[in-house]
């Protein structure tokens, strides 16, 4: 199973209320549209940190690295990256395989 976690930093000029209003209600529902997405999360603080580096943290979990370029090759895909691009001045995809330790 391949986790991806996404760190989003807020675009310039856009509040920490809009950012995670976006991040937990209006981009929600385009992920959900991503095929063979097995999971996903989106975690925002629950209070603005102006000295953090990143606004929110989504995961997203698909079988392989094959399944994750497939669904961010569909139309729903396409649509729900560039909706976060619209969103963010900057992200970074980290990849990696998820080990429960207590769970």
């Not at 698909?62 to 963010?88: I, M, N, P, Q, V």
């Amino acid at each position: 199973m391949l986790k991806v976690m996404s760190l989003m930093k807020r675009k310039e000029g856009m509040s920490y209320d809009e950012f995670r209003n976006w991040a937990l209600n209006e981009h929600p529902p385009l992920a959900e549209k991503l095929p063979g997405l097995r999971g996903y999360r989106m975690n925002v603080p629950v209070a603005e940190n102006p000295d953090s580096p990143y606004d929110a943290i989504s995961e997203m979990w698909f079988d392989d690295e094959a399944g994750r370029l497939a669904a961010f090759g569909t139309d729903a895909g396409k649509a729900a990256g560039a909706d976060a691009a619209g969103h963010a001045s900057s992200r970074f995809h980290f990849m990696a395989e998820e080990k429960v330790v207590i769970g």
